[in-house]
């Protein structure tokens, strides 16, 4: 009986000591969570959710204080996909937010003056140049935030929709008429 | 006698070979024009060398391979170049490609072409890079650049399969080429047996072409060509499939995710084997491919066409016949509807088919899937069609790629048996792109999030070195100042700001105190015995007053 009692004793402390171990050894640093929905997000940085980037935003949404259609670029497939992580409701966008086709900024060069306001606007550093040297974007680094759009004071940069080109162009989704039969 | 083994599933849909392969390959006319896109291979866009207004010599280069998968693109006659645009091309996307358009002058004058006499004393990545320079690409539909396939130094190859099974209906073109040029497409099958290091050649070709069969077994015996077997395979749609074909030849099943290049087995198009041996030996790049010309036509044949050739005006050496409504390239299973008849011919046209409603009927409405599996019966990749069409349908395409959607070969079996006539394939390649497209999207945004955080931690650390170089200065400063004026207030010598203050403050209170000092009491001097008396007493009041409250302070 005693001889029993102590082998359980020394199984608890052992398994004890164990997982004790192991949860200082494997503990996770930072909110799991956080970096899950922040790998949803679509990484613009574009700051329409109200957040200054796409992680302080998946963070607001970790701790429940923000909505998860709050994010446009991320279009109704990103509230679905958040819904899906976060177990919650699909919530359509509000009245304000619409998303837009995906686009990327364009600088006409011949107005530009080369201030850098947008090279210190742009969250992705897409933007070379320098100083009252002219601006140009790297138009595959440009994730379209329209972030440098307003600091402009020349408005030479706009946006330009992504258009469909033979490699980028999809299979369309299959639609046919279904007929009842006569 | 070889052992053949099977694949599994496959259908045997009419042949329809007989109209086409009863003439022998014609030489195409020269056209009015050559629609010539710089995108006809797998990889990156030709860059274009050439300007509109130049004269151009038959084969000469008009655009280069640009980085490291690409092709060259050459000119398919002599002429001039009128236009470098955007034009329609053999796509099914219906979108315009950048083209270049030649006018041919009718002399069809070659440049001078490099002839090689013994290919054998070429180092292997001199003959890749012609290769590459001759813009060969594998001509049995993936034009898939061939020097990017003709390495061997990752895995030993041990097999080349030169692939004439040409399994798909109404096609004829590598069956007449075999039949015409057998001895050609075996040199090449020699060059690129070369540059992999195989040991031996295998060549599968459809039972259904016993004369292309006894073309190669009769050109391999006149060439003296040694472990090189000529082999019969039974004629089964999809038969033709690389992967299909390396299993019923040499019973090797390539895995999913898988080349067969990591099994010790490369496979080619005869058709390449045959372009790759005129750019090594002739020095010809790739200016023109056979094509078959059949359908809604009054003489289907085989012709060899210009790359670039309006089909309109290749079909019209076929005599079209009234009611011909579309163009498709490639054959009725895996071919393409044209988005316009005018479309040029490019590297991957190995058939154009004039379609009519007596040819292909319109096709039936779809019906809902009744889970009968047929699909998957006849699914070569051993694939769960049904499944794949269920998550497709949904757009679950996490759950279709869970079901191996990537290997699909698209070959059409599944719809060609599907009694709900549902467009399988449509929902496959449609769930394909969406799935590309996402990658591609969820890659942009890692991208993204690198930059941005890179950013932010180089602001942040922007931030911190001006912080400390300031501090760093103001230090420098004050120890300067104390250096020089260590004698003025050498207890307040402190950087400490709180003792600078009162530094200043003391050093305000001794001005104003020896100022005060400097004052002298107006109209002391000439005074009166008496005034002097009287000020003295006083002055010896004061001096009392003082004492007594210096007594009284402590206390």
Same mark, same amino acid.
Not at chain 2, 309 to 327: F, I, K, R
């Given at each position: 009986?005693?001889?029993?009692?102590?082998?359980?004793?020394?199984?608890?402390?052992?398994?004890?000591?164990?997982?004790?171990?192991?949860?200082?050894?494997?503990?996770?640093?930072?909110?799991?969570?956080?970096? %899950?929905?922040?790998?949803?997000?679509?990484?613009?940085?574009?700051?329409?959710?109200?957040?200054?980037?796409?992680?302080?935003?998946?963070?607001?949404?970790? +701790?429940?204080?923000?909505?998860?259609?709050?994010?446009?670029?991320?279009? +109704?497939?990103?509230?679905?996909?958040?819904?899906?992580?976060?177990?919650?409701?699909?919530?359509?966008?509000?009245? +304000?937010?619409?998303? %837009?086709? %995906?686009?990327?900024?364009?600088?006409?060069?011949?107005?530009?003056?080369?201030?850098?306001?947008?090279?210190?606007?742009?969250?992705?550093?897409?933007?070379?140049?320098?100083?009252?040297?002219?601006?140009?974007?790297?138009?595959?680094?440009?994730?379209?935030? +329209?972030?440098?759009?307003?600091?402009?004071?020349?408005?030479?940069?706009?946006?330009?929709?992504?258009?469909?080109?033979?490699?980028?162009? %999809?299979?369309?989704?299959?639609?046919?008429?279904?007929?009842?039969?006569? | 006698?070889?052992?053949?083994?099977?694949?599994?599933?496959?259908?045997?849909?009419? #042949?329809?070979?007989?109209?086409?392969?009863?003439?022998?390959?014609?030489?195409?006319?020269?056209?009015? $024009?050559?629609?010539?896109?710089?995108?006809?291979?797998?990889?990156?866009?030709?860059?274009? @060398?050439?300007?509109?207004?130049?004269?151009?010599?038959?084969?000469?280069?008009?655009?280069?391979?640009?980085?490291?998968?690409?092709?060259?693109?050459?000119?398919?006659?002599?002429?001039?170049?009128?236009?470098?645009?955007?034009?329609?091309?053999?796509?099914?996307?219906? =979108?315009?490609?950048?083209?270049?358009?030649?006018?041919?002058?009718?002399?069809?004058?070659?440049?001078?072409?490099?002839?090689?006499?013994?290919?054998?004393?070429?180092?292997?990545? &001199?003959?890749?890079?012609?290769?590459? &320079?001759?813009?060969?690409?594998?001509?049995?539909?993936?034009?898939?650049?061939?020097?990017?396939?003709?390495?061997?130094?990752?895995?030993?190859?041990?097999?080349? @399969?030169?692939?004439?099974?040409?399994?798909?209906?109404?096609? !004829?073109?590598?069956?007449?080429?075999?039949?015409?040029?057998?001895?050609?497409?075996?040199?090449?099958?020699?060059?690129?047996?070369?540059?992999?290091?195989?040991?031996?050649?295998?060549?599968?070709? /459809?039972?259904?072409?016993?004369?292309?069969?006894?073309?190669?077994?009769?050109?391999?015996?006149?060439?003296?060509?040694? $472990? =090189?077997?000529?082999?019969?395979?039974?004629?089964?749609?999809?038969?033709?499939?690389?992967?299909?074909?390396?299993?019923?030849? #040499?019973?090797?099943?390539?895995?999913?995710?898988?080349?067969?290049?990591?099994?010790?087995?490369?496979?080619?198009?005869?058709?390449?084997?045959?372009?790759?041996?005129?750019?090594?030996?002739?020095?010809?790049?790739?200016?023109?491919?056979? @094509? !078959?010309?059949?359908?809604?036509?009054?003489?289907?044949?085989?012709?060899?066409?210009?790359?670039?050739?309006?089909?309109?005006?290749?079909?019209?050496?076929?005599?079209?016949?009234?009611?011909?409504?579309?163009?498709?390239?490639?054959?009725?299973?895996?071919?393409?509807?044209?988005?316009?008849?005018?479309?040029?011919?490019?590297?991957? !046209?190995?058939?154009?088919?004039?379609?009519?409603?007596?040819?292909?009927?319109?096709?039936?409405?779809?019906?809902?899937?009744?889970?009968?599996?047929?699909?998957?019966?006849?699914?070569?990749?051993?694939?769960?069609?049904?499944?794949?069409?269920?998550?497709?349908?949904?757009?679950?395409?996490?759950?279709?790629?869970?079901?191996?959607?990537?290997?699909?070969?698209?070959?059409?079996?599944?719809?060609?048996?599907?009694?709900?006539?549902?467009?399988?394939?449509?929902?496959?390649?449609?769930?394909?792109?969406?799935?590309?497209?996402?990658?591609?999207?969820?890659?942009?945004?890692?991208?993204?999030?690198?930059?941005? &955080?890179?950013?932010?931690?180089?602001?942040?650390?922007?931030?911190?070195?001006?912080? /400390?170089?300031?501090?760093?200065?103001?230090?420098?400063?004050?120890?300067?100042?104390?250096?020089?004026?260590?004698?003025?207030?050498?207890?307040?010598?402190?950087?400490?700001?709180?003792?600078?203050?009162?530094?200043?403050?003391? #050093?305000?209170?001794?001005?104003?105190?020896?100022?005060?000092?400097?004052? $002298?009491?107006?109209?002391?001097?000439?005074?009166?015995?008496?005034?002097?008396? &009287?000020?003295?007493?006083?002055?010896?009041?004061?001096?009392?007053?003082?004492?007594?409250?210096?007594?009284?302070?402590? #206390?």
């Amino acid at each position: 009986m005693l001889g029993a009692l102590l082998v359980m004793a020394a199984i608890a402390i052992v398994l004890g000591a164990v997982l004790g171990f192991a949860a200082i050894k494997f503990r996770v640093e930072g909110n799991p969570l956080v970096d %899950k929905i922040d790998a949803v997000l679509p990484q613009t940085q574009c700051g329409q959710c109200g957040y200054p980037g796409c992680k302080p935003y998946a963070t607001a949404i970790a +701790e429940g204080v923000s909505d998860i259609n709050k994010c446009p670029p991320g279009g +109704e497939e990103g509230i679905h996909k958040l819904a899906d992580l976060l177990g919650m409701e699909f919530k359509p966008f509000g009245g +304000e937010t619409i998303p %837009k086709p %995906k686009a990327v900024a364009i600088i006409d060069e011949t107005t530009c003056i080369g201030c850098t306001l947008c090279i210190q606007a742009c969250p992705v550093d897409a933007i070379v140049g320098a100083a009252k040297q002219m601006h140009t974007i790297i138009a595959a680094e440009c994730t379209g935030c +329209e972030l440098c759009l307003a600091p402009c004071p020349v408005d030479c940069i706009s946006m330009a929709p992504i258009a469909d080109t033979v490699t980028n162009w %999809k299979w369309k989704y299959p639609v046919y008429a279904l007929t009842a039969s006569k | 006698m070889r052992t053949l083994y099977q694949f599994h599933g496959g259908i045997h849909p009419p #042949t329809n070979k007989t109209q086409s392969n009863a003439t022998p390959i014609v030489q195409a006319a020269l056209p009015s $024009k050559l629609v010539i896109p710089l995108h006809q291979h797998v990889g990156n866009s030709a860059r274009p @060398v050439v300007e509109a207004g130049q004269h151009v010599l038959k084969g000469q280069v008009i655009g280069v391979a640009e980085g490291h998968l690409s092709s060259a693109v050459h000119a398919s006659t002599s002429g001039t170049i009128s236009a470098i645009d955007q034009q329609l091309v053999a796509h099914p996307s219906g =979108m315009p490609d950048l083209c270049i358009t030649l006018i041919p002058d009718g002399r069809d004058e070659w440049i001078a072409l490099e002839s090689c006499e013994d290919w054998t004393e070429l180092s292997h990545s &001199e003959l890749r890079h012609k290769l590459r &320079e001759a813009g060969v690409v594998g001509l049995g539909g993936a034009v898939f650049p061939s020097d990017m396939k003709l390495y061997s130094h990752k895995q030993k190859i041990n097999t080349l @399969v030169l692939n004439g099974a040409e399994c798909e209906p109404y096609i !004829t073109c590598d069956d007449m080429l075999m039949r015409e040029r057998a001895a050609d497409i075996l040199q090449g099958a020699e060059l690129m047996r070369a540059l992999l290091y195989a040991e031996e050649v295998l060549i599968g070709i /459809e039972d259904n072409k016993p004369e292309a069969i006894t073309a190669m077994r009769a050109a391999v015996a006149a060439g003296g060509h040694q $472990k =090189m077997d000529v082999i019969a395979v039974p004629t089964v749609y999809p038969g033709g499939g690389a992967k299909q074909l390396i299993r019923v030849l #040499t019973g090797i099943e390539v895995a999913a995710g898988v080349r067969s290049t990591n099994m010790g087995v490369q496979c080619f198009n005869v058709g390449t084997a045959y372009s790759a041996w005129r750019a090594i030996r002739f020095g010809e790049p790739l200016i023109s491919r056979i @094509v !078959t010309l059949t359908g809604n036509v009054a003489h289907p044949q085989n012709v060899e066409a210009l790359i670039g050739t309006p089909m309109d005006e290749l079909v019209g050496q076929a005599d079209p016949l009234p009611g011909t409504t579309d163009y498709i390239m490639g054959g009725p299973m895996m071919g393409v509807l044209m988005p316009s008849k005018e479309v040029g011919v490019i590297k991957a !046209t190995n058939c154009i088919i004039a379609s009519s409603e007596a040819i292909f009927p319109k096709a039936l409405p779809a019906l809902p899937c009744i889970r009968c599996t047929r699909c998957a019966e006849v699914c070569p990749s051993e694939l769960q069609p049904q499944e794949l069409y269920w998550f497709a349908k949904a757009k679950n395409l996490d759950k279709a790629e869970d079901y191996h959607l990537f290997d699909c070969i698209e070959c059409g079996a599944c719809s060609y048996v599907c009694p709900s006539n549902i467009p399988l394939v449509q929902y496959y390649r449609f769930a394909k792109s969406e799935i590309w497209a996402r990658d591609a999207s969820k890659k942009a945004a890692d991208a993204a999030r690198e930059r941005h &955080e890179f950013r932010e931690s180089r602001i942040e650390r922007e931030k911190r070195e001006k912080a /400390e170089k300031l501090a760093a200065k103001e230090k420098a400063a004050q120890e300067a100042k104390a250096a020089v004026q260590p004698a003025i207030a050498p207890v307040n010598s402190d950087a400490d700001p709180e003792n600078t203050l009162q530094l200043k403050i003391q #050093t305000a209170i001794d001005h104003a105190k020896e100022q005060a000092a400097a004052i $002298k009491p107006k109209n002391t001097e000439q005074l009166t015995p008496e005034q002097q008396a &009287e000020i003295d007493d006083i002055e010896a009041r004061r001096a009392r007053i003082r004492e007594l409250a210096k007594d009284a302070t402590p #206390t």
